[in-house]
C-alpha cells in the first residue's frame, strides 16, 4: 500500500514543515519605514510646538554632510540649534541608505531591523548647499529658505500589513498541508492496495 499513513512518512513530513516553518517565520513579518515629504511651514509649526523636541529627531544634511540638531528656535526668518555629531547607529544607517536618501521620491517601504526603530523618530532638512549656513562654537543659525526639503520619517503601515498578511499566510498553507498529510487526512488517491491492481 502507498499512502501517508507510515510512521516514517509522517516523520519525515513533520520535520519537513517545522523546518520549512522555521525557515519562512525568519523571512516574514518585517517591519518598513517610509520618509514623507514636508514642507517648511509645516517644519516651523512642529518646531513652535515643541513637537521635536519631544518626539523627534532632526537631521541636516548640508554639503554632503549630515549632523544632528536639536534645541531649535525659529528667530525671526531664521531657524537656530545646536549641532553634534550624529550617533555611531545613526551614522551608519545614513551611510547605508544615501542612495536612498538622494532619491527618496522614488523609494518607499524601506524595511528597518527592531535596533533601528529609532528611524520612525526622525525628520531630514535637506540645505541649499549654496545658501551660507553659520556653524559657530556647535551653534547653527539659517534662514528658513535655505531649506529645500523636509522628510518626516514613520512606519510604512501597508507594507508593513502586507508583510504580515503574506508572513502569515506563508506560514499558515504549508502548515496545514503538514497536518492533513502527517495525520492522514487527506490520502490523495495513493491510498490504494497495489496487489488489487496486478
Known sequence: MLYFRDPGWKKAIAYFFVLQLLFLSTGCFHEFYKANPSNVTSFQQMVRSAEIEQERYCVIHYQGKAMHVDQLSINGGDLEGVLSELPADRAR????????????????????????????????????????????????????????????????????????????????????????????????GFNFNMAAIR
Open 93 to 188: 544607517m545614513v551611510a547605508q541608505e544615501q542612495e536612498f536618501l538622494k532619491t527618496v521620491e522614488k523609494l518607499r517601504g524601506r524595511r528597518y531591523r527592531p535596533t533601528e526603530k529609532f528611524v520612525l523618530q526622525d525628520i531630514h532638512l535637506y540645505l541649499n548647499d549654496q545658501v551660507p549656513v553659520l556653524f559657530a562654537a556647535g551653534k547653527l543659525s539659517l534662514p528658513t529658505s535655505a531649506i529645500e526639503k523636509v522628510y518626516v520619517y514613520g512606519k510604512d503601515q501597508v507594507a508593513t500589513s502586507v508583510s504580515h498578511i503574506g508572513g502569515a499566510l506563508a506560514i499558515s498553507i504549508p502548515v496545514a498541508v503538514g497536518v492533513v498529510l502527517a495525520t492522514g487526512g487527506l490520502d490523495m
